[in-house]
């Protein structure tokens, strides 16, 4: 069965940072590329950034170049986002995905003053 739980999230204003991780189990965490999504209110959910499976950066959302970084430790089954300078407009719930797998529960963040 897979899991996905990912944490990280709360309120934090706007210029700082957060981290997010997400922990997997239930296939070959390794073999797989992931992928960190959003969605704000009344918006769709978007690609942010993913990262293959060796650990290899990949597409990005043009919104969060040079602030957020994916990253991934593969002996933990982890996933990583770490988000710079944050802006009230990343406001969103966070979500992982594996390439070939299902959802997580995602995790709320806030950025405001």
């Known amino acids: 069965q897979v899991q996905l739980v990912e944490s990280g999230g709360g309120l934090v204003q706007p210029g700082g940072s957060l981290r997010l991780s997400c922990t997997a189990s239930g296939f070959t965490f390794s073999s797989e590329r992931m992928s960190w999504h959003r969605q704000a209110p009344g918006k769709e959910r978007e690609l942010v950034e993913g990262i293959t499976g060796s650990g290899s950066r990949t597409n990005y959302a043009e919104s969060v170049k040079g602030r957020f970084t994916i990253s991934r430790d593969n002996a933990k089954n982890t996933v990583y986002l770490q988000m710079n300078s944050l802006k009230p407009e990343d406001t969103a719930v966070y979500y992982c995905?594996?390439?070939?797998?299902?959802w997580g529960q995602g995790t709320q963040v806030t950025v405001s003053s």
């Open positions: 995905k594996p390439e070939f797998q299902g």
